[in-house]
């Protein structure tokens, strides 16, 4: 089972035993959550994670896994690592537009 932490680290490009950002990240994960929440993804009570101890498989996403760990990563990326090329900025913008 994957760590839903760890798995966005990977993502960014953060090692697993590197944990100075690891509250900046579980904050902004946590925010995505929200956003999934009111978009009618995930458990109707809403979901957050603490730590790298919640797993993806915590997350009711009824078969659509995959999709919201891609819109995860791409969130979080453009709140805490946004890139300076802003033809890249439009282009995640745009993928996160057709998966919401």
Do not use: C
Request: proline share 3%; net charge negative.
């Amino acid at each position: 089972m994957e760590s839903i932490l760890t798995t966005v680290k990977k993502m960014l490009g953060i090692e697993d035993d590197y944990t100075h950002f690891d509250t900046d990240i579980i904050i902004h994960i946590n925010t995505i959550f929200t956003i999934l929440n009111q978009l009618g993804v995930g458990p109707s009570e809403g979901f957050s994670i603490t730590d790298k101890t919640s797993k993806w498989v915590d997350f009711d996403t009824k078969g659509q896994m995959e999709s919201i760990k891609t819109y995860i990563y791409l969130r979080v990326r453009l709140l805490f690592d946004p890139p300076s090329n802003s033809f890249l900025v439009e282009a995640i913008k745009n993928q996160i537009q057709e998966l919401e």
